[in-house]
C-alpha cells in the first residue's frame, strides 16, 4: 500500500519560510517522479513544483526563485523549500507521485496523493 505522509506545515508572517516533507512508503520511490501541489479556498488545484527520478525539476512561475524541489533517495523524502511566503501562497499543500515526470509535469493527475498539510501565509 502505497502512503505519502506531509509534515512541515503550519503559520508564518509574510517574507518567513518553511519546509515541507513527504515520507513515501510503498513504492520503489528512486523510480516515481514526485510533485507538490497547492490547493487554495475557490481556487483550482496547481501543480507547484515537480521534480523527476533524476534532476530534472519544474515549478510554476509563482513560486520560481522562491520555492525549491528535492529529494534524498536514501530517505525516500521529497522536500518543498518554501522562501519569501507570501499572502498568496496560503493553501493545502499536496505530496504526489507518479511513474513519469512528464505526465506529473504537464499537470495529469498523479498515481498517488498524500493527505495534505496546511500553510497559512499572514500579511
Known amino acids: 500500500q502505497v502512503q505519502l505522509v506531509e509534515s512541515g506545515g503550519g503559520w508564518v508572517q509574510a517574507g518567513g519560510s518553511l519546509r515541507l516533507s513527504c515520507a513515501a512508503s510503498?513504492?520503489?520511490?528512486?523510480?516515481?517522479?514526485m510533485g507538490w501541489y497547492r490547493h487554495a479556498p475557490g481556487k483550482e488545484r496547481e501543480l507547484v513544483a515537480a521534480?523527476?527520478?533524476?534532476?530534472?525539476?519544474y515549478y510554476t512561475d509563482s513560486v520560481k526563485g522562491r520555492f525549491t524541489i528535492s529529494r534524498d533517495n536514501a530517505k525516500n523524502t521529497v522536500y518543498l523549500q518554501m522562501n519569501s511566503l507570501k499572502p498568496e501562497d496560503t493553501a493545502v499543500y499536496y505530496c504526489?507521485?507518479?511513474?513519469?515526470?512528464?505526465?506529473?509535469?504537464?499537470?495529469?493527475?498523479?498515481?498517488?496523493w498524500g493527505q495534505g498539510t496546511q500553510v497559512t501565509v499572514s500579511s
Open positions: 521534480i523527476s527520478s533524476g534532476v530534472r525539476t
Open positions: 504526489a507521485a507518479d511513474g513519469s515526470y512528464s505526465d506529473i509535469a504537464s499537470g495529469r493527475a498523479p498515481d498517488y
Open positions: 510503498g513504492l520503489t520511490f528512486g523510480s516515481y517522479a
